[in-house]
């Protein structure tokens, strides 16, 4: 079983930048895939970005694309996400997920595991 925690969320304006930061427990983190998706007032939950065990592989969102970089760092059981020019389009609740399947995932079904999450306001 994994537990995670996210941090890092706040209200910034439009073009600023956030760092979040999720921290898991357990001591199989290097196991799993690690996501992070987000869920704005009325949406659906969709997905952000996604890590392999390694680090070695990642995907990302059309949307988020050449703005946000999803990194881990296996030794301290962190997986981040720096999130730069953000826009209010990026005002959401965002939620860190673990995967246990060998690919990098991008739908939510196939995450076992889930944060509380941390909210993200961007202001125009």
């Known amino acids: 079983q994994v537990q995670l925690v996210e941090s890092g969320g706040g209200l910034v304006q439009a073009g600023g930048s956030l760092r979040l930061s999720c921290a898991a427990s357990?001591?199989?983190?290097?196991?799993?895939?690690m996501g992070w998706f987000r869920q704005a007032p009325g949406k659906a939950r969709e997905f952000v970005a996604a890590?392999?065990?390694?680090?070695?592989?990642?995907r990302y969102a059309d949307s988020v694309k050449g703005r946000f970089t999803i990194s881990r760092d296996n030794a301290k059981n962190t997986v981040n996400l720096q999130m730069n020019s953000l826009d209010p389009e990026d005002t959401a609740t965002y939620y860190c997920?673990?995967?246990?399947?060998?690919?990098?995932?991008?739908?939510?079904?196939?995450?076992?595991?889930w944060g509380q999450g941390t909210q993200v306001s961007i202001s125009s």
């Open positions: 890590i392999s065990w390694s680090g070695g592989t990642t």
């Open positions: 357990g001591r199989t983190f290097s196991r799993y895939v």
């Open positions: 997920a673990a995967a246990s399947t060998g690919l990098v995932v991008t739908a939510s079904s196939n995450y076992a595991y």
